[in-house]
Nanobody, 123 residues
């Protein structure tokens, strides 16, 4: 059974950086799309970044140029480097496993989720 465990969240001032990590257990990690989503209080969960099984990244417009998604297939880890953070980035961040090697952006495109890690950016 697949298990995803996020870490690296915390509190940071506007303009700062954080690096989120996701440890993946229990399946053929390198054959699936992986993604990061976030959910702020009172808002829908939204896609932040995705990466295909062969390493092609894609980003939501709001984070493009500031966030970088990467994966280490050997260590079954997923990362999200977040720079130039602002208050609008405050949310619970979730790691997710896709249903195939290609990526979609809807929640239904992802089959398993971590428990989330909180990111809080103060201005």
């Amino acid at each position: 059974q697949v298990r995803l465990v996020e870490s690296g969240g915390g509190s940071v001032q506007s303009g700062g950086s954080l690096r989120l990590s996701c440890a993946v257990y229990g399946y053929a990690y390198n054959t699936y799309c992986m993604g990061w989503f976030r959910q702020a209080p009172g808002k829908e969960r939204e896609g932040v970044a995705t990466i295909t099984s062969d390493g092609s990244p894609d980003y939501a417009g709001s984070v493009k140029g500031r966030f970088t998604i990467s994966r280490d297939n050997g260590e079954t880890m997923l990362y999200l480097q977040m720079n130039s953070l602002n208050a609008e980035d405050t949310a619970m961040y979730y790691c997710a496993q896709g249903r195939s090697g290609r990526c979609g952006w809807g929640r239904w495109d992802f089959a398993a989720w971590g428990q989330g890690t909180q990111v809080t950016v103060s201005s």
